[in-house]
């Protein structure tokens, strides 16, 4: 829990995009901003009418200064003024019937919530298939963190999925420096280093809505595979200057 356990936080939903206006059609409109004491966007610099249709659904819309999904994440966070805020997705993985949960959990005074792909109840893109090796890969990654990182129970099942909330105070105690698809895997081991409470809850992954992915798995798990390197290398409850 957060510092002002039962007062009621306030709570940003961040939406963080770059060439979805496929996604954005089908899964905006089902999406309740009024759960949110603010709504913006984040753009990656999309080429398609992203930041148009976002702009019609009433939100803010940012550009990044700096290229990187990370580098979206941090700029999403220098202009949030609430307590706590959501990192949402509107490409089809994420679903919208999530957000209220989110939201109440922060609200409570959760200050770092996580929806799982990975625990119990869930469902992850690749169930149901006999070889599983992103999934197999995120598993493999989760347990290295837990072992390494974690102390007092706290513990991750879910090391990549980009639906989750934070409070602000929570997250500057971070200090963040992942400027590419590493941020979230990151934003992780931070919680465990720091001992910040991992709240997680089950989701269902969808299919992506239209577009493609921006991540291809190999060099993504290499990357990850390094950032588990330099925060190893940063001292098990390290987290920087
Ligand atoms: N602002 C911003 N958004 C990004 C950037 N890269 C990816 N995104 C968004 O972040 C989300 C995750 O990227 P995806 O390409 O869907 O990654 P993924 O979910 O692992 O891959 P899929 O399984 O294909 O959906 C999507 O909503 C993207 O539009 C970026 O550099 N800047
Ligand atoms: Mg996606």
New binding site residues.
């Given amino acids: 829990m957060d510092e002002r356990v039962g007062d009621r936080k306030t709570v940003t939903l961040a939406v ?5 206006e496929e ?1 954005i059609r089908a899964v905006m409109p089902r999406v309740d901003l009024s759960l949110f004491d603010d709504c913006f966007a ?3 610099h999309s080429t398609d009418r992203t930041v148009e249709l976002l702009r019609g659904f009433g939100l803010r819309v940012y550009a ?1 200064p700096e ?3 990370g580098a ?1 994440n941090l700029e999403a966070r220098r202009h949030v003024r609430t307590d706590a805020f959501v990192y949402f ?3 089809g ?1 994420e679903d919208p019937a999530d957000l209220p949960r989110l939201a109440a959990l922060l609200r409570a005074g959760h200050a770092f919530v996580v929806a799982s792909r990975m625990m119990r109840g869930a469902r992850n ?1 690749e169930d149901g298939q006999l070889f599983r090796p992103r999934k197999t890969a995120n598993l493999l990654f989760a347990l290295a963190a837990n072992l390494l990182f974690g102390h007092g129970g706290n513990r991750t099942t879910d090391i990549t999925n ?1 639906l989750r909330g934070v409070s602000r105070s929570a997250f500057d105690r971070m200090r963040l420096s992942s400027r590419d698809l590493t941020f979230d895997f990151q934003m992780v081991i931070r919680a465990l280093k720091l001992g910040i409470p991992i709240t997680e809850f089950p989701t269902r992954e969808g299919a ?1 809505v239209g577009g ?4 291809a798995s190999i060099p993504a798990g290499l990357a990850v595979l390094r950032l588990l390197w330099r925060e190893g290398r940063m001292g098990l409850r390290g987290v920087g200057p």
Avoid: S
């Avoid at 963080?16 to 979805?20: A, D, L, M, P, Q």
């Avoid at 493609?212 to 991540?215: A, K, Q």
């Fill in positions: 963080i995009v770059r060439n979805e996604g984040v753009d990656g990044q290229p990187g999904l979206a997705h509107p490409d993985n893109e980009g992506r493609g992915t921006h991540f």
